[in-house]
């Protein structure tokens, strides 16, 4: 409701990132080489009663800052947080070795980019995805011609201990980098960690645990990152009419992928 509060504000759904995924000194017009860093979370703030708080995180945005400089990073914000997931409220983020809780509060609700790769082909294809949540996005509902019932909008997310360097998305939902989702590349909402080509790398420099691609191309076009809950069969998925619907692990995987575009044309069956 609060990301259509939005869209009733300011004409258009709030930007998936601010950021080309992931080359965060890379950012496209108007925002044109600034780590800028947010993403449709801190947006949606206003709609979320957080409006005192984004009146302050502003504040900050107008100084020419990153969101990562934030220095209320660890705001919690209930209502993005699941009460089944025993790791919430999650506040520290190990990044770069450094070990320091850098990156503030994460949260359990990803946005859906759309029905494929973020960025095959090169970071700037992260801004030309087929969702409703992708970089710099401003989708409207009229953009939504695959119906709006029809349209994923929102998923679950587990959230990783990431009290050392791991595979896992460690910063989805957090107050300075929040990444988008598409709609499940295994079609399970899988109760494990699953690798992502951004990989782990102790303090000499290895691998700590099996990668889909080494370290040097942690930006390489073939990351997934799939809903996933706690919930016992199943993950909730938010739609773009503003509807809730809990979705088993054994949908069929061409079904909920096509969920996940906005305009694919795709015929959509019972799940």
């Not at 947010?38 to 504040?59: I, V």
């Not at 295994?186 to 782990?200: G, H, I, K, Y």
């Not at 420099?205 to 370290?215: K, L």
């Amino acid at each position: 409701m609060a990301l259509h509060n939005h869209h009733d504000t300011k004409k258009h759904f709030p930007h998936g990132t601010y950021n080309y995924l992931d080359s965060t000194g890379t950012t496209p017009a108007p925002y044109n080489n600034r780590q800028d860093r947010r993403c449709w979370m801190q947006d949606t703030l206003p709609f979320l009663e957080q409006q005192p708080l984004f009146d302050r995180f502003e504040d900050h945005m107008r100084t020419g800052a990153s969101a990562l400089g934030f220095p209320e990073l660890d705001a919690v914000i209930p209502t993005l947080m699941c009460p089944s997931d025993p790791i919430g409220p999650k506040l520290q983020t190990y990044w770069g070795g450094i070990g320091t809780p850098t990156q503030g509060f994460s949260g359990n609700v990803v946005t859906c980019a759309g029905s494929g790769y973020f960025n095959r082909g090169g970071v700037v294809n992260s801004a030309q995805l087929d969702g409703v949540f992708f970089a710099v996005s401003k989708i409207r509902m009229g953009d939504i011609i695959d119906g709006t019932s029809t349209t994923a909008m929102v998923g679950e997310l587990i959230l990783s201990p990431d009290k050392q360097s791991t595979s896992p998305p460690a910063a989805l939902t957090t107050f300075a980098v929040a990444t988008t989702i598409r709609p499940m590349e295994e079609c399970s909402s899988a109760r494990a960690f699953r690798p992502t080509p951004w990989c782990p790398i102790n303090s000499t420099g290895a691998t700590m645990i099996p990668c889909p691609a080494p370290r040097a191309s942690i930006r390489a076009p073939t990351c997934f990152v799939s809903v996933r809950s706690y919930h016992p069969g199943g993950v909730n998925l938010g739609l773009a009419d503003a509807s809730v619907r809990f979705v088993a692990d054994t949908v069929n995987p061409v079904l909920f992928t096509a969920l996940g575009s906005r305009n694919g044309g795709e015929a959509i069956g019972a799940y």
